[in-house]
Every structure is written in C-alpha cells, then in structure tokens.
C-alpha cells in the first residue's frame, strides 16, 4: 500500500482546483462485475488523487450516461460503438456519448470439451449437432463476440442448435453440466476454471481457435468493432490453451463520459488514470495488463476532448 499512496500522493499534488471542487458520478455495473470492479478501482485512486468520485452500482447506465445523468461509465469497446451508433444491441443512437481512453483489454474467445477435437473453427463446419450458449439475455453483448468468432470461419449462430443462456456466467455454467458444446469463456475466468474441473474426464476444456489474416480480422470487425484477433500459444496449465494454440479474441475495456462533463474534469481524471497504473493494479489486478502508452485505440465513438488535451500533453496517440 506504500505504492498506492506514494503513486495518490504525487497525482494530487499536480492536480488543478476544478476536479478536486467537483463530486461526480461514476456507474460501475453490478456487484462483482468487471465494471463494478474496475469502477471501484479508479474511484479509489481518483479519491486519493482529489477528485471526488461517487459510485453507483447500475446497469444499463447508457441512457443515463447520454443524458449527462451520470459524468462517468464503463463498456468494451464494441459497445460505445453500438451505443453511439444505435446498431448492434442498441436500438437507437446516444451521440452524446464519448470516450476517455482504455483501462485494459479483455481476452476471450469460444470454448468447448477437449474430447471434442474442436481445434479451430474450421472444424466447426458442418456440425450442426453441436449445442451453442445463445440469446445472453441480461447480457446481450455476449453473442456478438460469438458470432465474431464464427464469422472468422465463415459460420454464423444458424449452423448450430442454440440454446439460451440468461448470462455470461450462465453459459459457462451450461459448459460445466454438459447442456451446451461450445459458449463464451474469458481467458482466466474463474468460472471457466470451475467448468473444466467438471469435465476433467473430458480432458478440460480448450479454446476454439478464430482464424487468423486479413480476411478473417475483417470478419471480426464486421460484427464486433474494436475486437483484435490474438494468436496466443499453447500454455501448460493455462486453462484453455493447455492442449494446443489458439487465435483468441481481445476487445478495449473503456472508460465512458458525456460531452457535457466539463473539459478540465476529464483531463484532470485521464491524468490521474494514465499516471497511477501501479496502483490502479494493487486496486483491481487487470490494470496489470493495461498499456497506458497506447490508451486511445481507434473507435467511431469519439474520444473527449479533455482527455485529446491530456494525450497529446503525454504524448500518447490518438488513434484516427
């Protein structure tokens, strides 16, 4: 914790008068989420660093975000896109939203039993017998990094039997009871480890492996914008790549605000972001993995222009 509050101590003190005057909001998803987590961690620092955050434990915020009801939220990069588009799983547009910059970046991809052989999506073809986690009703993000997968291969959600699942962590738990073949799994989630310890006699379970080039990165772009294939190798006691390599897929974890929060507030916060990654980690470890040089990948949804200020100050690229 000596980092911590060294790290605190240091962004405060080169803090201007406009954030640490100012109480904002910042939704942070359910308890225990990703965003709930991550949420949590930067508020922690921002408190220590002088700028007032309260949190709120909401979900579905983007009305709320659009509407400047709240100064602050989080989604992956495929989702400000679709939520300042109104395509994909919103209906309509909420071109009053805009980026701050990437807290880290999610990997994931699609897993089934070992014993199945399922190496690649091209060995998904012509399989329509296998059972595929579907619908993700209270997380209606999910299929769309499943058909991004798939359409890696050229295969979409009708060549399989799909079966509805009401979450993410639903469709891993219809992996673990053998009702589903083949559904969405983060890489280290704790609950995939729970499944493959279920179907040890199957040997675990093992990543599906998206193709890889040019072709297929444009696949995956058509239906989950953001998302970046990432061959990765095969790692021993990794679950999910312990039997063989596979293309996973990685999307932008991002930090969201309004155009109506102020100019200076959002510079004052991506300052304090960009500065205390260290702490940020001890808080909430996936900002280990953060790469706050390359904080602003490129998006249709605009970036703020408080945190452009901050970026072009740092030196770090604004992607086009």
Request: glycine fraction near 10%; proline fraction near 5%.
């Given at each position: 914790?000596?980092?911590?509050?060294?790290?605190?101590?240091?962004?405060?003190?080169?803090?201007?008068?406009?954030?640490?005057?100012?109480?904002?909001?910042?939704?942070?998803?359910?308890?225990?989420?990703?965003?709930?987590n991550?949420?949590q961690?930067?508020?922690?620092?921002?408190?220590?660093?002088?700028?007032?955050?309260?949190?709120?434990?909401?979900?579905?915020?983007?009305?709320?975000?659009?509407?400047?009801?709240?100064?602050?939220?989080?989604?992956?990069?495929?989702?400000?896109?679709?939520?300042?588009?109104?395509?994909?799983?919103?209906?309509?547009?909420?071109?009053?939203?805009?980026?701050?910059?990437?807290?880290?970046?999610?990997?994931t991809?699609?897993?089934?039993?070992?014993?199945?052989?399922?190496?690649?999506?091209?060995?998904?073809?012509?399989r329509?017998?296998?059972?595929?986690?579907?619908?993700?009703?209270?997380?209606?993000?999910?299929?769309?990094?499943?058909?991004?997968?798939?359409?890696?291969?050229?295969?979409?959600?009708?060549?399989?039997?799909?079966?509805?699942?009401?979450?993410?962590?639903?469709?891993?738990?219809?992996?673990?009871?053998?009702?589903?073949?083949?559904?969405?799994?983060?890489?280290?989630?704790?609950a995939?480890?729970?499944?493959?310890?279920?179907?040890?006699?199957?040997?675990?379970?093992?990543?599906?492996?998206?193709?890889?080039?040019?072709?297929?990165?444009?696949?995956?772009?058509?239906?989950?914008?953001?998302?970046?294939?990432?061959?990765?190798?095969?790692?021993?006691?990794?679950?999910?790549?312990?039997?063989?390599?596979?293309?996973?897929?990685?999307?932008?974890?991002?930090?969201?605000?309004?155009?109506?929060?102020?100019?200076?507030?959002?510079?004052?916060?991506?300052?304090?972001?960009?500065?205390?990654?260290?702490?940020?980690?001890?808080?909430?470890?996936?900002?280990?993995?953060?790469?706050?040089?390359?904080?602003?990948?490129?998006?249709?949804?605009?970036?703020?222009?408080?945190?452009?200020?901050?970026?072009?100050?740092?030196?770090?690229p604004?992607?086009?």
């Amino acid at each position: 914790m000596h980092i911590f509050r060294t790290l605190a101590s240091a962004a405060l003190l080169s803090l201007g008068s406009t954030a640490s005057a100012q109480v904002v909001t910042m939704a942070t998803g359910a308890p225990g989420s990703l965003a709930y987590n991550a949420g949590q961690a930067v508020a922690v620092v921002a408190n220590h660093s002088g700028i007032t955050v309260r949190t709120q434990p909401l979900v579905g915020y983007m009305p709320l975000l659009q509407g400047a009801e709240i100064d602050f939220g989080y989604a992956n990069g495929a989702e400000a896109v679709f939520a300042y588009t109104g395509t994909g799983n919103f209906d309509r547009a909420h071109p009053n939203v805009r980026l701050v910059g990437e807290m880290f970046q999610l990997t994931t991809g699609i897993m089934a039993p070992c014993d199945l052989g399922l190496q690649s999506v091209d060995d998904l073809a012509g399989r329509s017998d296998l059972r595929i986690a579907s619908e993700y009703t209270s997380s209606s993000i999910i299929p769309f990094y499943i058909r991004g997968v798939l359409a890696t291969g050229g295969l979409d959600y009708r060549d399989f039997e799909s079966v509805p699942v009401s979450n993410f962590v639903s469709g891993i738990r219809a992996l673990g009871d053998e009702r589903v073949d083949l559904a969405l799994v983060s890489l280290n989630a704790s609950a995939g480890q729970e499944a493959a310890v279920r179907l040890k006699a199957r040997g675990g379970l093992c990543y599906v492996s998206a193709r890889i080039g040019a072709e297929a990165e444009a696949a995956l772009a058509e239906v989950l914008p953001s998302g970046l294939i990432a061959p990765l190798p095969r790692i021993e006691g990794l679950n999910g790549l312990q039997s063989w390599d596979a293309a996973l897929v990685r999307v932008p974890w991002m930090l969201l605000t309004n155009a109506d929060v102020s100019d200076d507030l959002v510079y004052d916060l991506t300052r304090v972001v960009h500065r205390n990654k260290d702490a940020l980690g001890i808080a909430f470890g996936a900002f280990n993995r953060a790469n706050f040089e390359a904080m602003a990948p490129e998006s249709t949804t605009p970036y703020h222009p408080g945190a452009i200020r901050y970026f072009k100050e740092a030196g770090v690229p604004v992607a086009d």
